[in-house]
Antibody, heavy 121, light 108 residues
Framework: EVQLVQSGAEVKKPGESLKISCKGSGYSFSNHWIGWVRQMPGKGLESMGIIYPGDSDTRYSPSFQGQVTISADKSITTAYLQWSSLKASDTAIYYC??????????????WGQGTMVTVSS | EIVMTQSPATLSVSPGDRATLSCRAGQSVRSNLAWFQQKPGQAPRLLIYASSTRATGIPARFSGSVSGTDFTLTISSLQSEDFAIYYCQQYNDWPPLTFGGGTKVEIK
């Protein structure tokens, strides 16, 4: 079965760092782009950036450039999203998702279950 | 950045009726558009890609079409499980991959 399994919910304080993960299985992880999508409470979907695990080519959405770091370790079929200094406004559900076609950036066909990140003092 | 505008924000429909959801792109995205369904507490699910191709396992009552920069998702006969929020997303020009603001389909 093709799936993406994300790490569990996190509760952090402002200023703390965080790294969440997304482990792929059941397919050739290196060959499909992985995207990260933010959903703030009660709001819509926002694309943060995408990474090609095969060579770690990473593209950030302008709104998120410099705010987060996206990375991947193809040896353990895992992608990551990290913050160096969290803000309360980072409180959201974060989804990872796989693009459908190898090597292409197209529709996200497989989604992780989401990771809830709560940032509160 | 390509802006995707969905309308209406909320659509009230009776079970068994047809629902028509719209998504307009701020510039050409060719046919590089997907539709997703999201239910409360769940991750989005891919319904349609390439504007009109149903994803694996998606019932035939869901269909997509395009005219220029105007995209439509039609649900021919709403079932109880179809009440959800629907998002469109373009993947023609990136980054960023942009989503519309969503249409909530609720029970009338």
């Amino acid at each position: 079965e093709v799936q993406l399994v994300q790490s569990g919910a996190e509760v952090k304080k402002p200023g703390e760092s965080l790294k969440i993960s997304c482990k792929g299985s059941g397919y050739s992880f290196s060959n499909h782009w992985i995207g990260w999508v933010r959903q703030m409470p009660g709001k819509g979907l926002e694309s943060m950036g995408i990474i090609y695990p095969g060579d770690s080519d990473t593209r950030y959405s302008p709104s998120f450039q410099g705010q987060v770091t996206i990375s991947a370790d193809k040896s353990i079929t895992t992608a990551y999203l990290q913050w160096s200094s969290l803000k309360a406004s980072d409180t959201a559900i974060y989804y990872c998702a796989r693009t459908m076609t190898p090597e292409l950036v197209d529709a996200f066909d497989i989604w992780g279950q989401g990771t809830m990140v709560t940032v509160s003092s | 950045e390509i802006v995707m505008t969905q309308s209406p924000a909320t659509l009230s429909v009776s079970p068994g009726d047809r629902a028509t959801l719209s998504c307009r792109a701020g510039q050409s995205v060719r046919s590089n558009l997907a539709w997703f369904q999201q239910k409360p507490g769940q991750a989005p699910r891919l319904l349609i890609y390439a504007s009109s191709t149903r994803a694996t396992g998606i019932p035939a009552r869901f269909s997509g079409s395009v005219s220029g920069t105007d995209f439509t998702l039609t649900i021919s006969s709403l079932q109880s499980e179809d009440f959800a929020i629907y998002y469109c997303q373009q993947y023609n020009d990136w980054p960023p991959l942009t989503f519309g603001g969503g249409t909530k389909v609720e029970i009338k």
